[in-house]
C-alpha cells in the first residue's frame, strides 16, 4: 500500500550528505511523499553526482558540503559514522541558525562525541538510525519505499530542542519508518546484539568459508545450503560501514561478544555431552524470537523467506 502524500512539507529545503543506499532512498521517499520543497544533495564522489544528476534525485548536486547546506532547514549525514565528525566540522559556521543536524549511523555514542563539538551556534543535532538496508550501495540502490513499516530510533542528546525532535520525527514518518526515542548508550547496546554482532559473525563463518575453499574444492559455494546462504547476504555489505561500526561501538559490541562465546562454549557442552533436552529447549525459545518477529511485521512468514522460486517445469503428458 502506498503512502498517502505529507499534507504539508516537513521542511522546505533539505540537505542530504552521502548519497549512497540510505541517502538516495531518503532523496526519493522525500521527493514522492512530499516531505520537502527542494532537495540538495551532497556527495565527493564525482562519479556519484554525475549518477544523482542523471536519476534526477535532487534540485541541485554539489560537492562542496559547505555551500550545500546554507539555507538548508534540515541536514541529514548519511556518510559512514567514521567520518561523522569531520564532515561536522566542514559544515560549521554554514548552517543557518534554527536548522537542524541529523544524522543515519548505527552506532550513536560516538557520533554523537564526534559531531557535537562542531555545532553551529542555533543548529539542533537530532540524532537518528533507520533500521533498514539491504546488501546494495550506491545511488542506484535506494528505493522511496525502503523505510515503510521499518523502524527509526531517534537519541535525541538531553535538553535537545523539542521542534527539532519533532521536525526528525516527522520526516521518518513521512517515509514510513516508526519512531522510536531512546539514549544512545542504550541503543548502542541493543544494535550490538541485534545487528552488529550477527553482522560480525557472518562476516567471521563466510571468511571461514573462503579459507576452506581450497580444501574443498568449491563445494562450500556450490553446495550453499539456506544458512550459509544467508550468511553471505549479510556479509556482502558495505566494508567500510561495517569497519567504522565495530571501530566506533566495541564497547558495547566486546560486551554481546563475550556474552556470546559463553553461550557458544555452554552450546559445545551439550552437543559433546548428548544433552538433547539443553538443545531441544534453546532451540524452542529461539524458535519464538523468530515468531516474535514476524508478527511485529518485520519480517515475512512465508517459506523460505519469501524468496521468489521459479515455477516448476510442466511435466509431458505420457
Given at each position: 500500500?502506498?503512502?498517502?502524500?505529507?499534507?504539508?512539507?516537513?521542511?522546505?529545503?533539505?540537505?542530504?550528505?552521502?548519497?549512497?543506499?540510505?541517502?538516495?532512498?531518503?532523496?526519493?521517499?522525500?521527493?514522492?511523499?512530499?516531505?520537502?520543497?527542494?532537495?540538495?544533495?551532497?556527495?565527493?564522489?564525482?562519479?556519484?553526482?554525475?549518477?544523482?544528476?542523471?536519476?534526477?534525485?535532487?534540485?541541485?548536486?554539489?560537492?562542496?558540503?559547505?555551500?550545500?547546506?546554507?539555507?538548508?532547514?534540515?541536514?541529514?549525514?548519511?556518510?559512514?559514522?567514521?567520518?561523522?565528525?569531520?564532515?561536522?566540522?566542514?559544515?560549521?559556521?554554514?548552517?543557518?541558525?534554527?536548522?537542524?543536524?541529523?544524522?543515519?549511523?548505527?552506532?550513536?555514542?560516538?557520533v554523537v562525541a564526534a559531531v557535537t563539538p562542531h555545532l553551529s551556534e542555533g543548529?539542533?543535532?537530532?540524532?537518528?538510525?533507520?533500521?533498514?538496508?539491504?546488501?546494495?550501495?550506491?545511488?542506484?540502490?535506494?528505493?522511496?519505499?525502503?523505510?515503510?513499516?521499518?523502524?527509526?530510533?531517534?537519541?535525541?542528546?538531553?535538553?535537545?530542542?523539542?521542534?527539532?525532535?519533532?521536525?526528525?520525527?516527522?520526516?521518518?514518518?513521512?517515509?514510513?519508518?516508526?519512531?522510536?526515542?531512546?539514549?544512545?548508550?542504550?541503543?548502542?547496546?541493543?544494535?550490538?546484539?541485534?545487528?552488529?554482532?550477527?553482522?560480525?559473525?557472518?562476516?567471521?563463518?563466510v571468511g571461514t568459508a573462503a579459507d576452506l575453499e581450497t580444501v574443498t574444492q568449491?563445494?562450500?559455494?556450490?553446495?550453499?545450503?539456506?544458512?550459509?546462504?544467508?550468511?553471505?547476504?549479510?556479509?556482502?555489505?558495505?566494508?567500510?560501514?561495517?569497519?567504522?561500526?565495530?571501530?566506533?561501538?566495541?564497547?558495547?559490541?566486546?560486551?554481546?561478544?563475550?556474552?556470546?562465546?559463553?553461550?557458544?562454549?555452554?552450546?559445545?557442552?551439550?552437543?559433546?555431552?548428548?544433552?538433547?533436552?539443553?538443545?531441544?529447549?534453546?532451540?524452542?525459545?529461539?524458535?519464538?524470537?523468530?515468531?516474535?518477529?514476524?508478527?511485529?511485521?518485520?519480517?515475512?512468514?512465508?517459506?523460505?523467506?519469501?524468496?521468489?522460486?521459479?515455477?516448476?517445469?510442466?511435466?509431458?503428458?505420457?
Amino acid at each position: 500500500m502506498a503512502e498517502a502524500r505529507a499534507a504539508e512539507p516537513v521542511v522546505s529545503r533539505l540537505a542530504i550528505v552521502g548519497l549512497g543506499l540510505i541517502g538516495s532512498s531518503i532523496a526519493r521517499g522525500a521527493r514522492q511523499f512530499g516531505l520537502c520543497r527542494s532537495i540538495v544533495a551532497i556527495d565527493r564522489d564525482e562519479a556519484v553526482r554525475a549518477r544523482v544528476r542523471d536519476l534526477g534525485l535532487a534540485d541541485s548536486v554539489t560537492g562542496d558540503a559547505a555551500e550545500g547546506v546554507e539555507n538548508a532547514d534540515l541536514v541529514i549525514l548519511c556518510v559512514p559514522v567514521g567520518a561523522a565528525g569531520a564532515v561536522a566540522q566542514a559544515l560549521h559556521g554554514h548552517m543557518k541558525p534554527g536548522s537542524v543536524l541529523s544524522d543515519v549511523g548505527s552506532v550513536k555514542g560516538a557520533v554523537v562525541a564526534a559531531v557535537t563539538p562542531h555545532l553551529s551556534e542555533g543548529v539542533a543535532f537530532v540524532p537518528a538510525h533507520p533500521v533498514a538496508g539491504t546488501e546494495y550501495s550506491g545511488p542506484d540502490a535506494g528505493f522511496s519505499t525502503l523505510f515503510s513499516g521499518r523502524w527509526c530510533i531517534l537519541t535525541p542528546p538531553e535538553g535537545a530542542d523539542e521542534a527539532a525532535v519533532e521536525r526528525v520525527r516527522a520526516l521518518w514518518q513521512g517515509l514510513g519508518a516508526i519512531v522510536e526515542t531512546m539514549s544512545a548508550e542504550h541503543h548502542d547496546l541493543v544494535l550490538a546484539i541485534t545487528s552488529h554482532v550477527p553482522h560480525l559473525i557472518a562476516y567471521n563463518i563466510v571468511g571461514t568459508a573462503a579459507d576452506l575453499e581450497t580444501v574443498t574444492q568449491s563445494e562450500v559455494i556450490k553446495f550453499s545450503a539456506g544458512g550459509f546462504r544467508d550468511f553471505t547476504r549479510i556479509a556482502a555489505s558495505d566494508p567500510t560501514m561495517w569497519r567504522d561500526v565495530f571501530l566506533n561501538n566495541k564497547d558495547a559490541v566486546l560486551e554481546m561478544l563475550g556474552r556470546f562465546n559463553e553461550d557458544l562454549a555452554a552450546l559445545a557442552r551439550a552437543i559433546r555431552w548428548g544433552d538433547g533436552d539443553a538443545l531441544h529447549d534453546l532451540f524452542t525459545r529461539t524458535r519464538a524470537i523468530r515468531r516474535g518477529i514476524v508478527a511485529l511485521g518485520q519480517e515475512t512468514a512465508e517459506p523460505d523467506f519469501g524468496r521468489a522460486r521459479p515455477a516448476p517445469e510442466p511435466h509431458e503428458s505420457r
